[in-house]
């Protein structure tokens, strides 16, 4: 449910605050992210050559996180303590939309000059990677600068977590960048490691490089690269911050969240050696048909490991919630 | 929540089961991504209905 609250403050139109559910948010913040939201949805539904989730899901994330922190306690947007007097404008929003409009323009006027270097890794594909995120850029004319900072400094954490989701989350394009340096790396250290268990294995290097043992040959192919493993680890590493985001150590959160992604990699590589190991000592059927189904039980454990572990650091001496009417 | 864990669980056990299963009756593949997704859509639940439990533990 979504209502319009009065403060002491701010009496007229949707000055302060929205009341939605059991949580109070600074309503000009929250209509911001969500006309954005709304506005790159129907760009990349308009003109596909704009599309990539990675803004969709930022966006999603700083307004998931900004719903779950409420408004700061003492900030501007204290209901009690605040005097936050925002409104969006009409001309401002007026030219949110006109700045979306001519995106599409001329995402739909150059797609045919573009579509040879869409999704390739070339420079000319980096820019019009990067251009996708510009897509973003027509949300600072919703409100004044100096509002911005006003914003900035009360939800700072939430804004970086977002910058987070937009270049680190499910990051597909990286990975089959990297990919032919990566995976020989992969399968000189997978290789390494399995050398001495099974001293016959031989390494025979390619874009897909192959482990060639006694019994099994394990050929280590892009979808072995630990992508998969690394999208769950976002997926439930995202979950556990949006349900504990008040409590968290927000700069504890941030260096366990790439500290977890390089555990997710190295462990995909002790996968792949388990496979080589178990696949060259009498399991090698076994291997063959159960090595989709053990990898996401896999990484289901590391997970679940690494959050035990971690999980007290990341709470304790965490900032204290919301005042009781704001919380879930 | 156990029952949560009990069905993530067996969906991932059954996914390269039902594949074959599907292969043999009718000669199609189940694709790649599709068992992905069923593989990543039970690891999520596992791995939510976990957290959820240590969060509890925590609580208490």
Known sequence: MVSVIATPQATSSLHASLRLGNRVVPGTLFLALLLTLFAIAADQFLAPALYSSSPLWAMAACLLLVWRRGYPLGSAFDPVAGSCSMCLSTPRIAMFCGAHGAFVLAALATQGALQPVFGTFTTGGWIVAALKLSILAPTFLLLPSAEWLIFWHAYKAEALAAVV?????????????????????????????????????????????????????????????????????????????????????????LLAYFAGVALIVLSNALRITSFVVLGNHGFAKFVERFHLTAGWIFFTIVFLTYISLSYRHLLSGAVAEPPTSNRA | MKRLVLAAFLALLATPGLAVARDKRDHRHMKAVEMAGVGMGAAVLLGAAGYLALRRSHAA
Do not use: M
């Open chain 1, 165 to 253: 989701v937009l270049f680190t989350f499910f990051p597909s394009r990286v990975i089959n960048s990297i990919w032919p340096w990566y995976g020989q790396a992969l399968g000189k250290f997978v290789f390494f490691l399995s050398h001495t268990v099974v001293p016959s294995l031989a390494y025979r290097s390619s874009l897909t490089p192959t482990l060639a043992g006694p019994d099994l040959d394990v050929t280590i192919l892009l979808a072995c690269s630990g992508i998969d493993g690394v999208n769950l680890f976002d997926y439930l590493f995202a979950f556990v911050v949006f349900l504990d985001w008040n409590r968290l150590r927000k700069e504890r959160s």
